[in-house]
C-alpha cells in the first residue's frame, strides 16, 4: 500500500536525485557547450550516484507514517496525530458504528497512524485499548440497518400474519407481552376513535378529518418509545394513533377536526407539534429541532414522520441533507401506505422502495414491516439508540397500507382496486396483534368486547366535551402570534374589538 499520501519523507530517493542531477547538468551544457567536458559530466554523475542529497533541515516536527504490521481490516482507519496516544474518530465506512476496536482482529489492509517526532528523537506510540463508548449492547448494534440491504428490498419482519415470532432473537426484550397489551389497547383505541369520527362526519357534526386505521402498529410502534417532555414528535395530519401514544389528549384531536384551531394546543410536557397540512415540510421542523438539540447536548431525539408522496415533496431531501450534513439526532420516517390521495406509489417515483432514497444524502436505511408492532419496536428503538450515541439520522420505511380513505371527504373505491384492499385486509396489524395476545392467553373475544364498550363510552364523552366546548372568539384571530403586538396589529385589534362590541359577530363576522 502506498504511504506518500499519510506522510512526510524528509529525503528524496536515489533515483530522483540522479535525474534532477542530470536535468540540470543539461541545461547547464546547453548555455555554454565549450565550457563542459563528457568526463566532468560523467564524474558528476558518478558523484550523484553515489550519494543523497538531503532536503533542507525543517524546524517544525516532521510527520512520520509508522505502520502496524499484520493487521488487516477491510478499510483503513485514519486517525488524528497525537503524542504518545491512538484514537479512533471514525471509519471511512460509510456511517460506522464502532463499539470496540480490538487489534488483533483480521483485516485486509494495515492499519496507518500518524505520531508526531521531535526535531532530534522520535517518540514511540504508547500502545492503548481502542474503544468507542456506547451504552448500546454490543449485540444490538446495527442488527438491522447493516444486516438489512435496501438495494435488494429486504424487509424486517419478526411477527408473521398468524401472530407467531419468527426469529425470537430479533425480538426486542424491552418490548414485553405487558407493553404490547398495552399498545394493541391504544391501537385498538383509535381505529375506534377513526370508526366514530366518521359516523360523527357523515352526521354533519364533525368537519373532515384523516384517519390512521391501517397504520396503528406502525404510529404506536414508534411513539411509545419517546420520552415524554423530553423527545420530539413532529407528525403530519395522518397521525392519530402516534398522537394518542404521545399524550395529546383525544378531545384536542376532535376539536382540530371540528375546525377549533385550540385542539392544536399540546399539555405542557409534550412534545408534539401541530397537525402539519403542508406535505413534507415537517422534516425540515425536525431537522431543525434536531440541530438545537445536539447544540445543547441534551440527547433528545427527533422523530418525524410522512407519507409515500410527501418523499417526492423538495424538502424530503433537503431537511435530510441537512440532517445528516450536521449528524443530527433525527429518525426520519416514511409511512408507505401505497396511495398517496389517488396517486398509486408505482405512479409517483420510480425508486426501487422509499428507504432507498436515503442513499443519495448518505442516510443509513431500511425497510420494516410497518403492521408489525415488533418490527417496528426493534428498527426505532436501534435508530433512535444510534441517534442519542451521536451517530446521527436513520430513514425508515414503513411497509403498511391505508385501510381508510385519504380523508372523511374521500371514496377510494373509485381508484383503489377492490382486490388489492381485499388482500391488505389480511394483513391488519390489529389482527395480527390480536392473535399473538390471544396465543400468550392474554387476549379473548369477552374482554376485546368489554374494551370496545368501555372505549367507545370514552369516545362519547370526549366528543361531548368538544361539542359544549367548540366556541371561537373571532378576536383570537389576533393572538398567538406575538408576544407583544406590532402597532399596526394592535391598532387593527382594537379597531375590531370596537366593531365586535357594538355590532356583534353577525356583522363583520363569519
Same mark, same amino acid.
Given at each position: 500500500?502506498?504511504?506518500?499520501?499519510f506522510?512526510?519523507?524528509?529525503?528524496?530517493? /536515489?533515483?530522483?536525485?540522479?535525474?534532477?542531477?542530470?536535468?540540470r547538468?543539461k541545461?547547464n551544457n546547453?548555455?555554454?557547450?565549450?565550457s563542459?567536458?563528457?568526463?566532468?559530466?560523467?564524474n558528476?554523475?558518478?558523484?550523484?550516484s553515489?550519494?543523497v542529497?538531503?532536503?533542507p533541515?525543517?524546524k517544525?516536527?516532521?510527520?512520520?507514517?509508522?505502520?502496524?504490521?499484520?493487521?488487516?481490516?477491510?478499510?483503513?482507519i +485514519?486517525?488524528?496525530? +497525537?503524542?504518545?496516544?491512538v484514537i479512533?474518530?471514525e471509519s @471511512? +465506512?460509510?456511517?460506522?458504528?464502532?463499539?470496540?476496536?480490538?487489534?488483533?482482529?483480521v483485516?485486509k489492509?494495515?492499519?496507518?497512524?500518524?505520531?508526531i517526532?521531535?526535531?532530534?528523537?522520535?517518540?514511540?506510540?504508547?500502545?492503548?485499548?481502542?474503544?468507542?463508548?456506547?451504552?448500546?449492547?454490543?449485540?444490538?448494534?446495527?442488527?438491522?440497518?447493516?444486516?438489512y440491504d435496501?438495494?435488494?428490498?429486504?424487509?424486517?419482519?419478526?411477527?408473521?400474519l398468524?401472530? /407467531?415470532?419468527?426469529?425470537?432473537?430479533l425480538?426486542p426484550k424491552?418490548l414485553?407481552?405487558?407493553?404490547?397489551?398495552?399498545?394493541?389497547?391504544?391501537?385498538?383505541?383509535?381505529?375506534?376513535?377513526?370508526?366514530?369520527q366518521?359516523k360523527?362526519?357523515?352526521l354533519?357534526?364533525?368537519?373532515?378529518f384523516l384517519?390512521?386505521?391501517?397504520?396503528?402498529?406502525?404510529e404506536v410502534?414508534y411513539?411509545?418509545q419517546?420520552?415524554?417532555?423530553q423527545?420530539?414528535?413532529?407528525?403530519?395530519?395522518?397521525?392519530?394513533a402516534?398522537w394518542?401514544?404521545?399524550? @395529546?389528549?383525544?378531545?384536542n384531536?376532535?376539536l382540530y377536526?371540528?375546525?377549533?384551531?385550540?385542539?392544536?394546543?399540546?399539555?405542557?410536557?409534550?412534545?408534539?407539534?401541530?397537525?402539519?397540512?403542508? @406535505?413534507?415540510?415537517?422534516?425540515s421542523?425536525?431537522?431543525?429541532?434536531?440541530?438545537?438539540?445536539k447544540?445543547?447536548?441534551?440527547?433528545?431525539?427527533?422523530?418525524?414522520?410522512?407519507?409515500?408522496?410527501?418523499?417526492?415533496?423538495?424538502?424530503?431531501?433537503?431537511?435530510?441533507?441537512?440532517?445528516?450534513?450536521?449528524e443530527?439526532p433525527c429518525?426520519?420516517?416514511?409511512?408507505?401506505n401505497k396511495w398517496? @390521495?389517488?396517486?398509486p406509489?408505482?405512479?409517483?417515483?420510480?425508486a426501487?422502495?422509499?428507504?432507498?432514497?436515503?442513499?443519495?444524502?448518505?442516510?443509513?436505511?431500511?425497510?420494516?414491516?410497518?403492521?408489525?408492532?415488533?418490527a417496528v419496536?426493534?428498527?426505532?428503538?436501534?435508530?433512535i439508540?444510534?441517534a442519542?450515541?451521536?451517530k446521527?439520522?436513520s430513514?425508515?420505511?414503513?411497509?403498511?397500507?391505508?385501510?381508510?380513505?385519504?380523508?372523511?371527504?374521500?371514496?377510494?373505491?373509485v381508484?383503489?382496486?377492490?382486490?388489492?384492499?381485499?388482500?391488505?385486509?389480511?394483513r391488519?396489524?390489529?389482527?395480527?396483534?390480536?392473535?399473538?395476545?390471544?396465543?400468550?392467553?392474554?387476549?379473548?373475544?369477552?374482554?376485546q368486547?368489554?374494551?370496545?364498550n368501555?372505549?367507545e363510552?370514552?369516545?362519547?364523552?370526549?366528543?361531548?366535551?368538544?361539542?359544549?366546548?367548540?366556541k371561537?372568539d373571532?378576536?383570537? +384571530?389576533?393572538q398567538?402570534?406575538?408576544?407583544?403586538?406590532?402597532?399596526?396589529?394592535?391598532e387593527q385589534?382594537?379597531?375590531a374589538?370596537?366593531?365586535?362590541?357594538?355590532?356583534?359577530?353577525?356583522?363583520?363576522?363569519h
Amino acid at each position: 500500500m502506498k504511504s506518500s499520501n499519510f506522510c512526510l519523507t524528509n529525503f528524496y530517493t /536515489k533515483d530522483k536525485t540522479l535525474r534532477i542531477k542530470k536535468g540540470r547538468n543539461k541545461t547547464n551544457n546547453q548555455k555554454n557547450k565549450t565550457s563542459s567536458s563528457k568526463a566532468a559530466v560523467q564524474n558528476q554523475e558518478l558523484i550523484a550516484s553515489q550519494n543523497v542529497i538531503k532536503a533542507p533541515v525543517i524546524k517544525e516536527p516532521v510527520i512520520k507514517e509508522e505502520i502496524i504490521s499484520q493487521l488487516i481490516i477491510e478499510k483503513p482507519i +485514519i486517525t488524528k496525530p +497525537i503524542i504518545e496516544e491512538v484514537i479512533v474518530e471514525e471509519s @471511512i +465506512i460509510t456511517d460506522p458504528i464502532i463499539e470496540e476496536v480490538i487489534i488483533e482482529e483480521v483485516i485486509k489492509e494495515p492499519i496507518i497512524t500518524k505520531t508526531i517526532l521531535g526535531e532530534e528523537d522520535e517518540k514511540p506510540i504508547k500502545k492503548t485499548n481502542i474503544k468507542k463508548e456506547t451504552n448500546l449492547k454490543k449485540e444490538q448494534i446495527m442488527k438491522f440497518f447493516e444486516k438489512y440491504d435496501s438495494s435488494k428490498n429486504q424487509r424486517v419482519e419478526i411477527l408473521d400474519l398468524e401472530g /407467531k415470532i419468527i426469529n425470537e432473537s430479533l425480538r426486542p426484550k424491552e418490548l414485553t407481552d405487558e407493553k404490547v397489551l398495552e399498545a394493541y389497547k391504544i391501537m385498538n383505541l383509535s381505529r375506534n376513535q377513526d370508526n366514530y369520527q366518521n359516523k360523527m362526519q357523515r352526521l354533519g357534526k364533525m368537519l373532515s378529518f384523516l384517519s390512521s386505521t391501517g397504520q396503528e402498529a406502525t404510529e404506536v410502534g414508534y411513539a411509545m418509545q419517546l420520552n415524554k417532555g423530553q423527545d420530539w414528535f413532529v407528525g403530519a395530519y395522518r397521525n392519530n394513533a402516534a398522537w394518542l401514544t404521545s399524550g @395529546i389528549p383525544m378531545r384536542n384531536i376532535m376539536l382540530y377536526w371540528s375546525g377549533n384551531e385550540l385542539g392544536n394546543v399540546t399539555p405542557e410536557g409534550v412534545n408534539v407539534l401541530p397537525v402539519n397540512i403542508p @406535505i413534507a415540510t415537517q422534516y425540515s421542523h425536525a431537522s431543525g429541532i434536531a440541530f438545537a438539540e445536539k447544540y445543547k447536548k441534551t440527547k433528545n431525539v427527533v422523530l418525524t414522520t410522512t407519507g409515500d408522496g410527501g418523499s417526492s415533496e423538495g424538502e424530503f431531501y433537503e431537511a435530510m441533507n441537512f440532517a445528516k450534513l450536521h449528524e443530527v439526532p433525527c429518525v426520519f420516517m416514511v409511512e408507505n401506505n401505497k396511495w398517496a @390521495i389517488s396517486t398509486p406509489r408505482v405512479k409517483a417515483t420510480k425508486a426501487l422502495n422509499f428507504a432507498i432514497k436515503g442513499v443519495a444524502v448518505g442516510i443509513r436505511n431500511v425497510i420494516v414491516d410497518g403492521n408489525d408492532i415488533f418490527a417496528v419496536y426493534a428498527v426505532v428503538q436501534e435508530a433512535i439508540a444510534l441517534a442519542r450515541e451521536g451517530k446521527g439520522p436513520s430513514l425508515i420505511e414503513f411497509d403498511t397500507y391505508r385501510l381508510g380513505a385519504h380523508s372523511s371527504s374521500d371514496d377510494p373505491k373509485v381508484y383503489r382496486p377492490e382486490a388489492e384492499f381485499q388482500e391488505a385486509l389480511t394483513r391488519d396489524p390489529l389482527i395480527r396483534t390480536k392473535k399473538y395476545l390471544m396465543s400468550k392467553n392474554l387476549w379473548d373475544e369477552d374482554k376485546q368486547a368489554k374494551l370496545d364498550n368501555e372505549q367507545e363510552e370514552f369516545i362519547k364523552a370526549e366528543f361531548k366535551w368538544v361539542v359544549e366546548n367548540n366556541k371561537v372568539d373571532l378576536i383570537d +384571530i389576533f393572538q398567538y402570534n406575538y408576544e407583544k403586538m406590532p402597532p399596526l396589529l394592535e391598532e387593527q385589534y382594537q379597531e375590531a374589538k370596537e366593531h365586535f362590541e357594538k355590532h356583534g359577530y353577525e356583522r363583520g363576522g363569519h
